[in-house]
């Protein structure tokens, strides 16, 4: 996930209370310290609703781990996750992506094209972090991001980097005055393959203006950032 020096624009809006981030062009830019990755193509980020229900499926795929997740695994523990069919997992995503509190955000290209998921919801909302041991000392008040997808052919294109801007954009005009996750330093796993990445690269969280919180192993991270009030 490289960077360009040419120019970028970005827009943010809420529509009927969920946020829509439009970025274009693909250039990093430096702000406060914080350093900003920008997708190779255009990408239009917002938080999942019940109008892209088919979109959202269309990321998930039809092989391999998010096909059958559809993103429960932290929401669940036990024999609730391991009792649960796939097709029980894509009902609860379902129920989730209508509800109130949409449970992540969308990234489509220009040509209307899914390209991204990131999972971000309440701590409170994820009964796996609250009990995990990679998660401790984490703000129980603080809202999470737990998974990316972004399919085979979109990928290395900044992807991950706006989805992620897009996350901490709807947490913050949700209210949240913190922001965390579990990182995965690949200088501790040796491995860049998707299956060991879904929780996101150090790298890109710390290119968003995270901070390293503390570590459990040399692989998992707990990192987090301080978002302003959304106006």
Known sequence: MQASPHSASTSRTLRGGRLSTRRSGRASTRCRGIRRYRAAVTLDVRPAGPEQWDDVVAVMGERGDPSRCFCQYFRLRGKQWSDAS????????????????????????DTGTPVGWCAVAPRSAYPRVVASPNWRGGDPDAWVITCFVVPVGH?????????????IDFARARGA????????DTAGTGSKSSADLYRGPLS??????????SRTSPQWVLVRRTTRPAR
Not at 177 to 184: G, L, R, T, Y
């Open 155 to 167: 990928r290395r294109q900044g992807v991950a980097g706006e989805l992620l801007l897009g996350a």
């Open 86 to 109: 796939p097709a029980a997992h894509r009902s609860a995503l379902r129920s989730q992506v209508c509800s109130d509190v949409p449970p992540g955000v969308l990234a489509t290209d």
């Open 177 to 184: 005055k913190q922001v965390e996750a579990c990182a995965v």
């Open 204 to 213: 890109v969280f710390l290119a968003a203006g995270f901070k390293e919180v």
